[in-house]
Every structure is written in C-alpha cells, then in structure tokens.
C-alpha cells in the first residue's frame, strides 16, 4: 500500500486568537503561516507525490498552493477531511467554552463527545479514517506500493486518523500532538498501519519514501521488522 503524509494546515488566522473557529468562514492563514507553507516545498523536495488531497477549508488549500504549484499537482478537495462540526461552539471564545460540561467529556471521553448542533468525535473519526483508506488504496491502484501522497487536514481529524492508525482508543486521542504544519506519516497495509512519524517539524523526508525490495529480500508487508528497520 502507498505512504501517506498527513500535513495540518498551517498557522491560520484563528490560531491562538482564544476563538473556536471551527468551519467559521473566512479563516485564512496568518503570516506566518502563509511562510509556513512556502517552506513547505523546500521541506518535502525529496519526496516525489502521487497526489494531494485535502480538506476544503480556506486554510488547507492556502497551505498546499504553493506545493502543488511548484508541483503542477492539481488537488482533489475531500469534504470527509473538512474540520469538525462543533456546531453551537462554532466562533465561542475558549474560556466560554471551558466552563460547559461538554469541555470535560471532550477532553476525558470524546468518544461520547458529540456537539450541541454539530457531529460527535466518533463520526469525524469514521469519516475522516474511511476518507485517508479510500484514497490511499485509490492512489495505490494508480501509482503502486512504493506511491507517497498527501492529505491536509485539521488538528483533531489528523489526531483521530493518527490514534485509529496507532490501535488506541479515540479517549486517548488527546494524547496526540498535531502543530500547524506539521507532518505525520502513516503507512497503510493489508492488517495493520505502521505510523512513521507524527507532529514532525523537519525537512528530511526522503527516508519516509519506500524503496522497492529485491526478489529475495520481499517479505508480507503488513509483517513488522523483528529487530527493528534498518532505515534508509
């Protein structure tokens, strides 16, 4: 199967203004992030993309422009990839937020989180898993085992595709951490994905690309290195 590389959009407008944004129209990237991205071509020059999907939100397709440009990749938009539906919380301000009941189920059982007006923690899980195994055995189809793509996404849909990849539980998807412009690479097999790197910051990515094995040296790929890999 092909080597997805999950990117959260880059530092956006809402980020760190102490506001939900949510699906909140008119969010855009910050400065900042609008830098964020632009380094995202020199940081991803060692991996050649079979294709690039992501979230319809504004802040995603600004994210990927200037890859996809310097790529001439043309984007397929997934609505399943689309930011939750916090519904009623949609543009409250956190500290408002913080006094709900709901806030400690969201943090402690947001398996049982569903928001007033919106979709439950559950459904974006399913959504966004089905969505990333839809396209990863699409391009797979098309590109072949060794094929990488990309998927750009938002923070809590990337944390729950990253907690199904890694077998835990979504109650414990708090656990992980997905940064503005940060990759993640998951692997998918026949039984089981291996989850290559999370909230990745860095510019190496050439190691993340498989490297087709000889005759002899093929093995069941869903079967973990004992010992562990060799690397690259």
């Not at 009941?101 to 947001?110: A, I, K, N, S």
Request: hydrophobic share 40%.
């Amino acid at each position: 199967m092909a080597t997805l590389i999950l990117l959260r959009h880059a530092q956006s407008t809402a980020n760190g203004s102490g506001v939900l944004a949510g699906r909140s129209p008119g969010v855009q990237l910050a400065e900042s992030g609008q830098k964020q991205a632009a380094k995202l071509v020199e940081r991803l020059a060692g991996v050649e993309l079979a294709g690039v999907v992501s979230s319809p939100l504004l802040r995603c397709q600004q994210t990927i422009a200037p890859l996809t440009a310097a790529r001439g990749i043309e984007p397929v938009i997934e609505d399943d990839l689309s930011e939750v539906d916090y519904g009623e919380w949609t543009g409250k301000a956190i500290k408002d937020l913080l006094k709900e009941p709901l806030w400690t189920v969201v943090q402690q059982h947001p398996s049982a989180a569903v928001f007033p007006g919106g979709e439950g923690l559950a459904s974006v899980q399913a959504r966004a898993v089905a969505a990333v195994r839809r396209h990863d055995a699409r391009i797979t189809a098309e590109h072949g085992d060794e094929a990488v793509w990309l998927a750009c996404s938002h923070g809590d849909v990337i944390k729950a595709v990253l907690a199904d990849a890694l077998g835990t539980h979504l109650d414990s998807f708090q656990r992980i951490v997905a940064d503005p412009c940060s990759v993640s690479v998951v692997r998918y097999t026949h039984t089981r994905p291996f989850v290559v790197r999370m909230n990745d910051h860095g510019s190496e990515y050439a190691a993340i690309v498989p490297v087709k094995p000889k005759e002899e040296e093929k093995v069941n790929a869903s079967d973990a290195v004992v010992g562990g890999t060799t690397g690259a």
